[in-house]
């Protein structure tokens, strides 16, 4: 009984990692989309991407709720299944933002502004996040989720940057500033994005601790 258990868990697991690559892929198609002038197929991907991780949402659901009445878990067990449940609601957030990204792209196709700003970096950045919070997880590593909580930070520190270098922008009358407003907003939900991935990384605590750690 418990091998079967123990399958099921790690067929949870490569479910985990294949929605992970999705986000992935929606993020960075969504920030290509966002620093190319023009790609009609590519956000055609982007959005169905996101529709395969809305279905990847609900695959994971099916097996956490199988591995919850047809098997007898035991506490560590409990907080595995009850922390991928909670990883999969932040993982289709990013699946939607990445396609609010990609709306938002459309409004700033032949703006320079955006190339004279992080927003590249940031994006490259977040990727990295929501790759390690999955790992973490899967690995069950303790420290490698705590890295990508403090690197919320950087994140943070990017948004921060971009605002300013905006600023700069206006202030130096480089751009009429019509499309500010909508570079702010992408940037906005890359921090989101990064957001989710701490929220991954945090549940990866709780399921290795068996509490959320200050």
Not at 26 to 51: N, P, Y
Not at 101 to 110: M, N, P, R, S, T
Not at 131 to 157: G, L, Q
Not at 191 to 202: F, K, Q, V
Request: glycine fraction near 4%.
């Amino acid at each position: 009984m418990r091998n079967k258990f123990d399958e099921q868990l790690d067929n949870l697991n490569n479910e985990l990692i294949k929605m992970g690559k999705l986000c992935e892929r929606a993020i960075s198609g969504a920030i290509k989309i966002t620093m190319e002038d023009d790609h009609e197929e590519l956000k055609r991907e982007v959005l169905e991407t996101d529709s395969e991780i809305d279905k990847k949402e609900r695959d994971i659901e099916s097996i956490c709720m199988k591995l919850l009445l047809r098997q007898q878990p035991v506490a560590r067990d409990l907080r595995v299944i009850s922390s991928a449940l909670k990883m999969i609601s932040d993982m289709e957030r990013i699946g939607d933002q990445a396609s609010d990204i990609v709306e938002l792209a459309q409004y700033i196709k032949k703006s320079d502004v955006k190339y004279k700003t992080h927003l590249s970096d940031m994006a490259n950045e977040v990727i990295k996040m929501v790759t390690k919070s999955i790992k973490s997880f899967v690995k069950k590593d303790i420290e490698m989720a705590r890295n990508v909580i403090v690197y919320d930070d950087v994140v943070d520190n990017y948004f921060e940057e971009i605002k300013k270098e905006l600023i700069r922008i206006i202030s130096s009358g480089e751009s009429d500033g019509e499309e500010f407003i909508d570079i702010l907003m992408i940037a906005k939900y890359l921090e989101r994005i990064g957001d989710h991935a701490t929220n991954i990384a945090e549940w990866v605590e709780y399921s290795i601790l068996g509490y959320h750690a200050e």
